[in-house]
């Protein structure tokens, strides 16, 4: 069983179909992230390198996030059901105004697992003519997706988050919805393909288990960071620091128009993530071998996400 998983799966004891399930549902998510993401392999390979790690199964996943378009059958309300069915349990909400967004964390059924982070863009607060180009897409999702997917089945939810959602966009409804909404023309293109997803520093070895340490690190191994707001993200509470590398460039095929052959052009990707959680001030008395999970600042925050998002955007993509 665990010789089958593949990079950063949980390993887990209990073996109950639920979990099989989850765990082969992240593995899919995991693999096809790393392969489109060149930077996940530098930094594993940069890491053992270092001595920082024997093996990638080491790296604790904090979270992964996905990124929805806010329109009938599809978006949170679809999406948080297929996690909600493998025992995740939705968290706090967050509001981005300026980028028109709405987002859940959601806590998993067991600490292993990595925590989820689900955004949705408020699709109806767009312009027209924004407006109008995605439901021109999204218009032939006529109902909810994810009711007629067997969550038990891995391969078919699998598929169902790697498959073309809708039409492949031309790339001049790419470029409009770029000028307006960097998220939106980012959904439209990579649908619900991994965004990120997050290696967790604090319980790394000394030297190496402090957002700052493990940014110079990065930094020093050539990693291109996320510099929106300053590199590292840091929560009012101080317990939440947060990094993430630019995302990686893909070549996309956009639809060719009225029998014109397909465009291709370079757009963003997925991205890496860095998170130290520190223990809270209440349980900073505990001796270091005593320290789990929930003894660590949790949850996630606005204005650390609010910078995170444009880990995508052409403002650092194109530095
Ligand atoms: C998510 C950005 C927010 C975090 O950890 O706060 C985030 C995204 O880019 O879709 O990942
Ligand atoms: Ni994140």
């Not at 997706?145 to 169902?160: C, G, I, K």
Request: no cysteine; net charge negative; aromatic share 10%.
């Amino acid at each position: 069983q665990s010789n089958s998983r593949s990079l950063f799966a949980p390993t887990t004891m209990t073996t109950s179909p639920t979990t099989q399930t989850l765990d082969a549902v992240l593995d899919g998510l995991m693999s096809r992230y790393s392969e489109r993401v060149p930077d996940v392999h530098k930094v594993i390979d940069a890491m053992i390198a270092t001595g920082i790690i024997q093996s990638a199964e080491e790296i604790e996943n904090d979270h992964i996030a996905f990124r929805t378009m806010g329109v009938p059958n599809m978006g949170l309300a679809s999406f948080g059901k297929i996690f909600a069915h493998y025992g995740y349990e939705r968290r706090d909400e967050f509001n981005f105004i300026g980028k028109k967004l709405t987002a859940y964390w959601y806590s998993p059924p067991a600490p292993h697992y990595p925590r989820i982070f689900v955004s949705e863009l408020r699709v109806h607060e767009l312009s027209d003519k924004a407006q109008r180009i995605i439901h021109n897409y999204t218009d032939t999702v006529t109902s909810d997706p994810v009711d007629s997917l067997d969550l038990d089945d891995a391969e078919a939810v699998d598929r169902f988050l790697h498959q073309p959602l809708w039409q492949t966009p031309t790339l001049a409804d790419y470029q409009t919805l770029l000028a307006e909404s960097e998220y939106a023309a980012w959904v439209i293109y990579n649908r619900y393909y991994l965004n990120h997803f997050t290696i967790s520093v604090h319980n790394l070895k000394p030297g190496y288990n402090t957002i700052d340490e493990f940014v110079a690190f990065l930094e020093s191994n050539g990693l291109r960071l996320n510099s929106a707001g300053g590199t590292i993200k840091v929560s009012p509470d101080g317990g939440l620091r947060q990094a993430s590398t630019v995302a990686q460039m893909i070549d996309a095929e956009f639809a060719g128009v009225a029998g014109s052959p397909a465009d291709t052009f370079r757009i963003a990707g997925s991205y890496v993530e860095f998170a130290e959680r520190r223990i809270l001030p209440e349980f900073q008395h505990l001796p270091a071998d005593q320290i789990t999970r929930q003894h660590r600042r949790e949850g996630f925050e606005t204005g650390n996400a609010d910078k995170i998002f444009e880990s995508t955007f052409t403002t650092q993509t194109g530095k």
